[in-house]
């Protein structure tokens, strides 16, 4: 949620007008602790001005006035986190956020949408998820709307982003406009029918020169890598995340675990490149995650093995034609060997780690912030259940609820 309505919450004033965070009871819960795996049986959860401020088994205190909603024995969770979006709507937000999401990181947006929009989400005028912002890709063959954006480098136009000045410039360029991660493309593309994947993009030298200049701004950088030596000298060059991964070699990950370089293997969109629709549809592509999709399942196998931390994430834009969810990735990380509990961490807790929120969101605790989802059944038991969310809750506001519930239904 909002870093001012935490301030709010904390010394009890009034919101804002348009601002979402609200008081809400939920009793008869069972709690997912996703920190140790227990839960907490038949519990109530109460949530002041957006913060959770108790979780303790059986009736709550008195709460006059304030909504209370019974679960009727199912479970909740906290709110999910996706790592790696392409979202530049309200419309591919609010799909996100019915989904389950209440805290997404940015991966790639023009004119930086992202950050517009996570300034209009932030104020309470349009309901989303928490958004954290990157803009532009830092890629050789730079988006023309970057130049649209920054005409101040129009001489690299037609060019390409090389060597550590140029690469220097335009990550000045992109932190001036208040993103909140760098993302650099330290290989090329693999969702392009004419790209090598594993072809490396950037030096370790350029890759430390883009580090530096987010470091010096207090932001990390995410950096994209499907081949083994542009992944390789992204983490030795300092990046906090390698997002795909699909190549890494033991070698590499074993870097990663001892510099705590966190993946975002991504790997329920490669499974979208190898079927009909969804974010992509082609016929190059489909050949590609053909071969593409085992190694990336071998790489996240070897990473679990090795130790390095993982972090769910969809690369999807949360468009109308999207057929992959967070839920999906879930279980993509526990058919390659997670357990259920690893796999909501990669979710909920890694995630807030990697994007440094670990104070207020990932876990459903006093003090943390109440994005909450609401599953039938115990997602301990089987992932699969995350991919129904029945309730939906951010910052303490019902977003949706959805199915049958005891009593009466308490939102319009
Ligand atoms: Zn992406």
Known sequence: MK??????????????????????????????????????????VIVRGGVITSIRSGAPPATPG????????????????DAHVHVQSEDQARRALLSGVTTMRGMGASHYADVGLRELG???????????????????????????DHPELGAYFGSEIRGVEAVRAMTRA????????VKTNATERAGLPNTDPRKQFYTEGELRAIVEVAEAAGIGVAAHAHGDAGGRAAVSAGVRSIEHGTYLSEATLTLMQEKGTYLVPTIAIVRDLTIPGGDYDNAVLNIRGRHMLPRVQETVRNAHR????????????????????LAHELLELVDVGLTPLEALRAATTNAAALFGMSDRVGSLDEGMEGDMIVLERNPLENIGVVQDVLMVVSDGEVIVQRGDWPGERPIS
């Open 3 to 44: 870093p001012f309505l935490m301030a709010m919450a904390l010394w009890g004033g009034t919101h804002a007008a348009g601002a979402a965070a609200q008081d809400l009871v939920l009793i008869n819960a069972n709690v997912v602790n996703v920190t140790d795996g227990s839960i907490v049986e038949g519990a109530s």
């Open 306 to 325: 090795i130790g390095v931390t993982l972090v769910a994430a969809t690369d999807t834009g949360y468009g109308p034609n999207s057929t992959t969810t």
């Open 174 to 181: 992109i932190v001036s406009r208040g993103v909140d991660f």
């Open 66 to 81: 304030v909504r209370t909603v019974d679960v009727g024995g199912m479970y909740v969770a906290p709110g999910l986190m």
């Open 122 to 148: 932030r104020a309470g005028h349009v309901q989303m998820p928490e958004y954290l912002a990157a803009g532009y890709h830092v890629r050789p063959p730079a988006a023309e709307e970057f130049f649209q």
